[in-house]
C-alpha cells in the first residue's frame, strides 16, 4: 500500500505552483500525517491508511483549508480574532501566529469562563477563534459555541469537529506540522488583510 501514495503526488505535481508551498516541504514537516484512529468527522480528509495503521491527510485539502481559512479571518478585526492552543507544540506557533498577525492569543491551560463571565481578569470577547486542537480546545468550543462565535479548527484524523465551522485538516501534534500550518496562515492572512509579513517559518519552529 506504501506506493499508492505516489500517484496522488505525481497527479499534483503539475499543479504545484499553486500550492502555498511545495509538496515536498509538506511531506516533510509530516502536515499529511494522521494518527491510527479516524472519525468519521475527518473521514473526507483522509487519502489513505498506511500498512502501519497510519492515516494520510490529504495534502490539497488541508492547502485548500489554509487560504479559505485566511480569507474567513481576514473578514474580522484583527484583534478580535483569538488563537488558542492548550497543546504544548502549538502554543509556540500560535503565539507566533499572534505576534504576526496582531491578534490575540490564550495558550496553555485555558480558564473556564474566559469568554463567558465579564467578570473575570482575563475575559475577552473574540468575533472568532483558531484552535490547534478540538480534542486538548474542547472546553473554548463549547464556549465560542454557547455565544455563537464561529471557530477554525486545527484537526487530525482522530479529532470530532462538532461545533467547528471550518476545519483545517492536518497533523495537530507533530512540532514542524504545526509551525508550517501557523505559519502560512499567517502570511495568507496578513496578505489578505494588507499587512506586512517578514516572519520566516523558523520563526515559527519552536526551539529545542
Known sequence: MENQEQPAVEETAANEQNYLVSIDEYLAAGVHIGTQQKTKDMMRFVYRVRTDGLYVLDIQSTDDRI?????LLSKYDISRVL??????YGQ?????????????SAL????????????????FEPEI?????????????????????????????NNLTKNVDLVIPTNNK????????YWLLARELCKAKGIPFNAELSNFEVPL
Open 67 to 71: 487560504i479559505a481559512a485566511a480569507e
Open 83 to 88: 488563537v488558542v492552543s492548550s497543546r504544548q
Open 92 to 104: 509556540y506557533p500560535a503565539k507566533m501566529f499572534a505576534k504576526a498577525t496582531g491578534c490575540r
Open 108 to 123: 496553555g491551560r485555558f480558564i473556564p469562563g474566559m469568554l463567558t463571565n465579564p467578570k473575570m481578569d482575563n475575559y
Open 129 to 157: 477563534i483558531i484552535v490547534t486542537d478540538p480534542a486538548g480546545d474542547a472546553q473554548v468550543i463549547k464556549e465560542a459555541f454557547d455565544i455563537n462565535i464561529p471557530v477554525v479548527a486545527l484537526a487530525d484524523s
Open 174 to 181: 507533530g512540532r514542524k506540522a504545526l509551525s508550517l500550518v
